[in-house]
């Protein structure tokens, strides 16, 4: 598993205008629909299914990572997807350490891709317990070099 396989430059949002956990949730999975990676059909189900897997307890990982990494399963995705954000200010997600963040992976599949999902959430969380990696990334100047920095990381495996 590797960023490429689930994440695409056109699906990197380098600023998020999002200061609330739902406006962020909301604003990131509008990207799948903006870009026709999913129907736009979908999209009250999909939003339900990941404000509801957020009900059952807050996807910020905490521990100083500034990480938070929304994810569902949907029977109208196809495949592992992903959205990267950030949000230079942060944003209050209850995660574990109080503090706020400012890094998001939203990923969804459907059940059928249990496996890559679950391995897709362990690369990220994996990868970002790196403190250089993710101050490049809340460094970079725009998505295109947020997307050079995850093609880097991947080459590193």
């Given at each position: 598993?590797?960023?490429?396989?689930?994440?695409?430059?056109?699906?990197?949002?380098?600023?998020?205008?999002?200061?609330?956990?739902?406006?962020?949730?909301?604003?990131?999975?509008?990207?799948?629909?903006?870009?026709?990676?999913?129907?736009?059909?979908?999209?009250?189900?999909?939003?339900?299914?990941?404000?509801?897997?957020?009900?059952?307890?807050a996807?910020?990982?905490?521990?100083?990572?500034?990480?938070?990494?929304?994810?569902?399963?949907?029977?109208?995705?196809?495949?592992?997807?992903?959205?990267?954000?950030?949000?230079l200010?942060?944003?209050?997600?209850?995660?574990?350490?109080?503090e706020?963040?400012?890094?998001?992976?939203?990923?969804?599949?459907?059940?059928?891709?249990?496996?890559?999902?679950?391995?897709?959430?362990?690369?990220?969380?994996?990868?970002?317990?790196?403190?250089?990696?993710?101050?490049?990334?809340?460094?970079?100047?725009?998505?295109?070099?947020?997307?050079?920095?995850?093609?880097?990381?991947?080459?590193?495996?």
């Open positions: 598993m590797q960023f490429k396989d689930f994440i695409a430059t056109e699906r990197i949002i380098a600023n998020l205008s999002a200061s609330t956990k739902s406006e962020a949730i909301t604003e990131l999975a509008e990207v799948f629909f903006t870009r026709n990676v999913l129907s736009m059909d979908l999209r009250e189900g999909v939003l339900s299914a990941l404000f509801h897997r957020e009900e059952l307890g996807t910020a990982v905490g521990q100083g990572l500034e990480l938070a990494i929304p994810h569902a399963k949907h029977p109208g995705v196809r495949g592992l997807v992903g959205v990267f954000g950030r949000s200010e942060g944003i209050d997600w209850g995660a574990p350490d109080g706020p963040v400012r890094l998001f992976f939203l990923l969804l599949s459907n059940r059928e891709c249990a496996d890559r999902h679950l391995e897709a959430l362990a690369y990220i969380s994996r990868k970002f317990r790196d403190k250089d990696f993710r101050n490049l990334l809340l460094k970079a100047a725009n998505a295109g070099q947020i997307a050079d920095f995850l093609e880097d990381s991947d080459n590193e495996d």
